[in-house]
C-alpha cells in the first residue's frame, strides 16, 4: 500500500526559491500500518457500543411507558369533605390508563381544581402502582344570601345543600369581613357556656344583633361587644333557670352597667316595656358581686 508524502523541503543557499515542496508516494511502514488499523477498530467497537446501548435505552423507555407497564390500581384520597370521593375517581379514570410513569401529574391535578370546593390539590406517585391525592378545600364558616362564606370572607358561590349548623349572616355585603371577624371572637366566648351563634343580624343603623341557637336574641353594642357580653354570660346560667326565660324577646347588651330583657306579654306577642337586669336579678350575687354592676 501506498500513500501520497507531501515533504517540505528548505532550498539550499543557492537555490533562486526559497521553499519547495516535493511529492512522491513511498509504502507505509509495518507498525504505521498497524497503528492505523487500531485506531479504526477502536471507533468502529465504541460506535458498536453505542448503538447497543442505545437500543437497550430504547427498549426500556418503551417498556416503562407502555400502557400495560405497571398501571394504576390504587388511588387514596384525603380532606374532601364537600367534594366525594366517588366524584374524584369518577373523573380523574380516563386520565390514569396509562401507566405508573406515563400518568400527567398535572393535568390529573387541573382536573380535580375545577370542582366547586377544591381549591388546590397535591399529587404524588406510590410506587409501584398507587397515586396520593391530598385536597384542600375552601371551608365555609357562615352563610350569606344562599352563598358560603369562607374563613377569608369570600364569599363562595357553590351548591349549600350539604352545609349544616352554619350560622346565617344577614347583612350588607360589604360587613361580610367585619362580621366575620365580631363572629370569631364572640363564637370563642360562648362556647365556654356551650352556646352557639345561629345568625348575626344587622339593624338599619349599623348595629348588629346575635340569635343563639336556643333562639335568645341578643342586641350587640357598637364597643366594648366582649367585655359586656362576658358580663352577661356570668348571669346566664340563672336566667336559664328563671321560669320566664320562655316570655324573653330579646336581651340588649348595648348598656354601660348592665343589662335590659325584653319580654313578650302573658298569652301575646306584644312586647313590654324594658326591665333591667339589675331589678330583675336583684338579690343574685355571684362571689359578693352584683351583676348588673360588673
Excluded at 357562615?142 to 370572607?153: L, M, T
Excluded at 350539604?162 to 344577614?170: E, I, N, R, Y
Aim: positive net charge; glycine residues 4%.
Amino acid at each position: 500500500m501506498k500513500y501520497l508524502r507531501l515533504q517540505h523541503h528548505q532550498a539550499n543557499r543557492k537555490s533562486t526559491k526559497k521553499n519547495e515542496f516535493r511529492i512522491y508516494f513511498q509504502p507505509l511502514s509495518f507498525f504505521e500500518k498497524f497503528s492505523i488499523a487500531s485506531t479504526t477498530l477502536f471507533w468502529l467497537k465504541n460506535l458498536l457500543f453505542i448503538g447497543i446501548l442505545l437500543s437497550f435505552i430504547a427498549a426500556g423507555l418503551r417498556w416503562l411507558f407502555d400502557p400495560q407497564t405497571l398501571p394504576i390500581t390504587s388511588v387514596q384520597i384525603e380532606g374532601n369533605n364537600y367534594t366525594s370521593t366517588a366524584q374524584i375517581q369518577a373523573l380523574i379514570a380516563v386520565y390514569i390508563v396509562g401507566g405508573f410513569f406515563r400518568i400527567n401529574l398535572q393535568t390529573i391535578r387541573e382536573t380535580i381544581e375545577v370542582l366547586p370546593w377544591v381549591s388546590h390539590v397535591y399529587i404524588e406517585r406510590r410506587w409501584h402502582n398507587g397515586l396520593f391525592l391530598k385536597i384542600s378545600e375552601y371551608q365555609p364558616v357562615a352563610i350569606w344570601k344562599n352563598h358560603a362564606v369562607d374563613s377569608s370572607g369570600q364569599v363562595l358561590k357553590f351548591n349549600i345543600a350539604a352545609l349544616k349548623g352554619l350560622p346565617v349572616f344577614d347583612i350588607n355585603f360589604k360587613y361580610i369581613s367585619d362580621t366575620l371577624q365580631i363572629y370569631e371572637e364572640l363564637l370563642t366566648i360562648l362556647k365556654k357556656v356551650k352556646l352557639n351563634i345561629k345568625k348575626i343580624g344587622q339593624y338599619p343603623n349599623g348595629e348588629k344583633y346575635l340569635i343563639l341557637q336556643n333562639d335568645m336574641k341578643l342586641i350587640l353594642s357598637r364597643d366594648n361587644i366582649q367585655l359586656k357580653l362576658n358580663r352577661f354570660l356570668k348571669a346566664f346560667p340563672h336566667l336559664l333557670q328563671s321560669q320566664h326565660v320562655s316570655s324573653i324577646q330579646h336581651i340588649d347588651l348595648r348598656y354601660t352597667n348592665g343589662v335590659a330583657i325584653q319580654w313578650y306579654l302573658p298569652h301575646t306577642k306584644l312586647q313590654s316595656s324594658f326591665s333591667y337586669v339589675s331589678s330583675f336579678f336583684s338579690g343574685l350575687k355571684h362571689n359578693g358581686e352584683s351583676y348588673a354592676n360588673q
